[in-house]
Protein backbone atom coordinates (compact mmCIF):
# COMPACT_ATOMS: atom_id res chain seq x y z
CA UNK A 1 0.00 0.00 0.00
CA UNK A 2 1.05 3.36 -0.63
CA UNK A 3 1.68 6.13 2.26
CA UNK A 4 2.32 9.55 1.09
CA UNK A 5 5.38 11.16 2.96
CA UNK A 6 4.32 14.75 2.63
CA UNK A 7 0.78 15.91 4.27
CA UNK A 8 -0.98 18.34 2.37
CA UNK A 9 -1.51 21.39 4.85
CA UNK A 10 -4.37 22.82 5.85
CA UNK A 11 -3.60 26.25 3.89
CA UNK A 12 -4.42 23.88 0.63
CA UNK A 13 -7.51 23.05 1.58
CA UNK A 14 -8.79 26.76 2.48
CA UNK A 15 -7.36 27.90 -1.04
CA UNK A 16 -9.98 25.45 -2.67
CA UNK A 17 -12.92 26.39 -0.44
CA UNK A 18 -12.23 30.16 -1.02
CA UNK A 19 -12.67 29.27 -4.81
CA UNK A 20 -14.86 26.00 -5.27
CA UNK A 21 -15.98 27.26 -8.59
CA UNK A 22 -12.23 26.85 -10.34
CA UNK A 23 -11.53 23.85 -7.81
CA UNK A 24 -14.74 22.04 -9.99
CA UNK A 25 -13.10 23.32 -13.16
CA UNK A 26 -9.98 21.84 -12.39
CA UNK A 27 -11.81 18.39 -11.25
CA UNK A 28 -13.25 17.77 -14.03
CA UNK A 29 -10.69 18.47 -16.27
CA UNK A 30 -8.76 15.82 -13.85
CA UNK A 31 -10.90 13.18 -14.00
CA UNK A 32 -11.40 13.12 -17.90
CA UNK A 33 -7.82 12.89 -17.70
CA UNK A 34 -7.99 9.72 -15.74
CA UNK A 35 -9.95 8.19 -17.74
CA UNK A 36 -8.23 8.91 -20.81
CA UNK A 37 -4.94 7.49 -19.11
CA UNK A 38 -6.68 4.32 -18.58
CA UNK A 39 -7.70 3.63 -21.96
CA UNK A 40 -4.27 4.74 -23.15
CA UNK A 41 -3.22 2.20 -20.84
CA UNK A 42 -5.46 -0.73 -22.08
CA UNK A 43 -4.31 0.11 -25.61
CA UNK A 44 -0.89 0.06 -24.53
CA UNK A 45 -0.78 -2.89 -22.86
CA UNK A 46 -3.45 -4.89 -25.33
CA UNK A 47 -1.63 -8.11 -24.44
CA UNK A 48 -1.89 -8.01 -20.69
CA UNK A 49 -5.91 -9.00 -20.27
CA UNK A 50 -5.85 -8.39 -16.78
CA UNK A 51 -4.36 -5.09 -17.69
CA UNK A 52 -7.06 -4.09 -20.97
CA UNK A 53 -10.22 -4.94 -17.93
CA UNK A 54 -8.34 -3.16 -15.11
CA UNK A 55 -8.10 0.02 -16.97
CA UNK A 56 -11.60 -0.44 -18.98
CA UNK A 57 -13.20 -0.44 -15.80
CA UNK A 58 -11.20 2.46 -14.57
CA UNK A 59 -11.82 4.74 -17.32
CA UNK A 60 -15.51 4.46 -16.92
CA UNK A 61 -15.39 5.11 -13.62
CA UNK A 62 -13.30 7.96 -14.02
CA UNK A 63 -15.55 9.20 -16.88
CA UNK A 64 -18.53 8.34 -14.45
CA UNK A 65 -17.15 10.89 -11.86
CA UNK A 66 -16.25 13.19 -14.58
CA UNK A 67 -19.93 13.44 -15.81
CA UNK A 68 -20.95 13.65 -11.92
CA UNK A 69 -18.50 17.06 -11.37
CA UNK A 70 -19.80 18.47 -14.12
CA UNK A 71 -23.34 17.94 -13.15
CA UNK A 72 -22.61 19.83 -10.14
CA UNK A 73 -20.71 22.33 -12.35
CA UNK A 74 -24.02 22.77 -14.33
CA UNK A 75 -26.31 23.22 -10.92
CA UNK A 76 -23.58 26.18 -10.26
CA UNK A 77 -23.68 27.60 -14.03
CA UNK A 78 -20.53 26.98 -14.34
CA UNK A 79 -19.75 25.60 -17.76
CA UNK A 80 -16.37 23.28 -19.21
CA UNK A 81 -13.29 25.09 -20.02
CA UNK A 82 -9.62 23.97 -21.35
CA UNK A 83 -7.38 22.24 -19.51
CA UNK A 84 -4.41 23.44 -17.59
CA UNK A 85 -1.31 21.81 -17.85
CA UNK A 86 -0.78 20.09 -14.22
CA UNK A 87 2.63 20.80 -12.78
CA UNK A 88 2.47 17.59 -10.86
CA UNK A 89 1.74 15.33 -13.03
CA UNK A 90 4.02 16.46 -15.71
CA UNK A 91 6.71 16.50 -13.38
CA UNK A 92 6.18 13.10 -12.15
CA UNK A 93 6.05 11.16 -15.81
CA UNK A 94 9.24 12.94 -16.33
CA UNK A 95 10.43 10.37 -13.41
CA UNK A 96 9.21 7.51 -15.94
CA UNK A 97 12.40 5.33 -17.13
CA UNK A 98 13.13 4.53 -20.34
CA UNK A 99 13.28 0.46 -21.46
CA UNK A 100 9.71 -1.81 -21.61
CA UNK A 101 9.74 -3.48 -17.93
CA UNK A 102 10.77 -0.35 -16.30
CA UNK A 103 8.44 1.76 -18.02
CA UNK A 104 5.72 -0.55 -17.24
CA UNK A 105 6.55 -0.46 -13.38
CA UNK A 106 6.63 3.17 -13.21
CA UNK A 107 3.46 3.35 -15.45
CA UNK A 108 1.69 1.75 -12.21
CA UNK A 109 3.60 3.02 -9.29
CA UNK A 110 2.74 6.53 -10.68
CA UNK A 111 -0.60 6.16 -11.35
CA UNK A 112 -1.14 4.45 -7.79
CA UNK A 113 0.65 7.36 -6.65
CA UNK A 114 -1.29 9.86 -8.24
CA UNK A 115 -4.73 8.36 -7.16
CA UNK A 116 -3.09 8.35 -3.17
CA UNK A 117 -2.96 12.25 -3.82
CA UNK A 118 -6.05 12.42 -5.36
CA UNK A 119 -7.97 10.38 -2.40
CA UNK A 120 -5.42 12.44 0.37
CA UNK A 121 -7.01 15.45 -1.37
CA UNK A 122 -10.48 14.85 -1.71
CA UNK A 123 -10.47 13.40 1.97
CA UNK A 124 -9.53 16.96 3.05
CA UNK A 125 -12.31 18.51 0.94
CA UNK A 126 -14.73 15.70 2.25
CA UNK A 127 -13.78 16.70 5.84
CA UNK A 128 -13.85 20.22 5.55
CA UNK A 129 -17.26 20.67 3.68
CA UNK A 130 -20.66 20.76 5.49
CA UNK A 131 -23.28 18.18 5.91
CA UNK A 132 -25.01 17.58 2.36
CA UNK A 133 -24.82 15.92 -0.99
CA UNK A 134 -21.54 17.58 -1.76
CA UNK A 135 -20.03 16.45 1.20
CA UNK A 136 -21.05 12.91 0.29
CA UNK A 137 -20.13 12.95 -3.65
CA UNK A 138 -16.38 14.06 -2.11
CA UNK A 139 -16.12 11.25 0.34
CA UNK A 140 -17.11 8.70 -1.85
CA UNK A 141 -14.77 10.26 -4.48
CA UNK A 142 -11.75 9.87 -2.01
CA UNK A 143 -12.83 6.05 -1.31
CA UNK A 144 -12.69 5.45 -4.89
CA UNK A 145 -9.57 7.13 -5.65
CA UNK A 146 -8.19 5.00 -2.37
CA UNK A 147 -9.31 1.93 -4.28
CA UNK A 148 -7.28 2.98 -7.22
CA UNK A 149 -4.31 3.53 -5.82
CA UNK A 150 -4.19 -0.35 -4.33
CA UNK A 151 -5.39 -1.15 -8.17
CA UNK A 152 -2.04 0.49 -9.44
CA UNK A 153 -0.27 -1.72 -6.66
CA UNK A 154 -1.96 -4.41 -7.00
CA UNK A 155 -1.35 -4.62 -10.75
CA UNK A 156 2.38 -3.79 -10.37
CA UNK A 157 2.70 -7.13 -7.77
CA UNK A 158 1.14 -9.37 -10.35
CA UNK A 159 4.26 -8.41 -12.60
CA UNK A 160 6.96 -7.38 -10.59
CA UNK A 161 8.39 -8.85 -7.64
CA UNK A 162 8.42 -6.78 -4.35
CA UNK A 163 12.11 -6.36 -4.03
CA UNK A 164 11.53 -4.69 -7.54
CA UNK A 165 8.69 -2.62 -6.60
CA UNK A 166 9.51 -1.08 -2.95
CA UNK A 167 12.71 0.38 -3.69
CA UNK A 168 11.17 2.55 -6.89
CA UNK A 169 7.84 3.24 -5.38
CA UNK A 170 9.93 4.74 -2.30
CA UNK A 171 12.14 6.80 -4.70
CA UNK A 172 9.07 7.73 -6.88
CA UNK A 173 7.29 8.50 -3.01
CA UNK A 174 10.79 10.83 -2.16
CA UNK A 175 10.14 12.96 -5.65
CA UNK A 176 6.19 12.94 -5.29
CA UNK A 177 6.78 14.50 -1.37
CA UNK A 178 9.22 17.04 -2.68
CA UNK A 179 7.53 18.40 -5.72
CA UNK A 180 3.63 18.63 -3.79
CA UNK A 181 5.98 20.41 -0.76
CA UNK A 182 7.28 23.06 -3.16
CA UNK A 183 4.16 23.66 -5.41
CA UNK A 184 1.78 26.76 -4.71
CA UNK A 185 -1.66 26.27 -3.21
CA UNK A 186 -4.35 26.95 -5.45
CA UNK A 187 -7.79 26.11 -6.56
CA UNK A 188 -6.67 22.98 -8.15
CA UNK A 189 -6.29 19.32 -6.68
CA UNK A 190 -2.40 18.97 -7.23
Do not use: C
Amino acid sequence: MIKLRYETNASWTKTVLADFDNFLLDHAGAEKKASGMAMSMALHYADKPDIVKAMINLAIEELDHFREVVNIMASRNLQLKKDDKDTYVNQLRKQIRNGRDDYFLDRLLLGGVIEARGAERFGLIAHALPDGELKTFYVEISRSEDRHRDLFVDLAAAYFPLPQITPRLDELLEFEATLVSSLPNRPALH
